[in-house]
């Protein structure tokens, strides 16, 4: 089975929004202890918190003040946690740059995939959309 890789940017990011939205009651949460908790370096998570912050789902407070969410999980969604942290710019397939149009392949292999890849995206995409981090949340604060 062939797997699409999305870099674990997306994972990390979701990651980060499940613990904040655990422990902001408890505690400040600060990048080291989310660094801990993900299991990558403190760097990685400060990349990605900005990130997320730009796009509006975090607070962060200076010093030791903790990181909090500024949005509801319920109000955010896989694909804006993408959105927020993926460099996709336009079509999430990478297509190969010069087909041979010599070649009875190359010259219709763009016409033969590009609508494809295009309904895979927005397949991908809209499942992305239905689902939400509250679901996510729901699935880490069980207990057992």
Do not use: W
Not at 2 to 26: D, N, W
Not at 29 to 37: C, I, R
Not at 115 to 138: F, P
């Amino acid at each position: 089975m062939v797997t699409l890789k999305i870099p674990s940017r997306f994972t990390i990011a979701i990651h980060i929004l499940a613990c904040v939205h655990y422990f902001q009651e408890e505690f400040p949460v600060t990048s080291e202890f989310l660094a801990g908790s993900i299991g990558v370096n403190a760097v990685i998570v400060r990349q990605i918190l900005l990130m997320l912050k730009r796009a509006g789902m975090l607070r962060i407070m200076k010093g030791r003040g903790g990181i909090y969410l500024a949005k509801d999980v319920d109000d955010i969604t896989l694909y804006d946690v993408f959105d927020a942290v993926e460099a996709v710019d336009g079509e999430l397939f990478r297509f190969h740059e010069n087909p041979n149009p010599e070649c009875p392949v190359g010259k219709k292999i763009h016409e033969a995939l590009d609508d494809n890849l295009n309904k895979i995206q927005t397949a991908l995409y809209d499942k992305m959309k239905q689902i939400k981090i509250s679901d996510i949340t729901a699935i880490t604060e069980k207990k057992g």
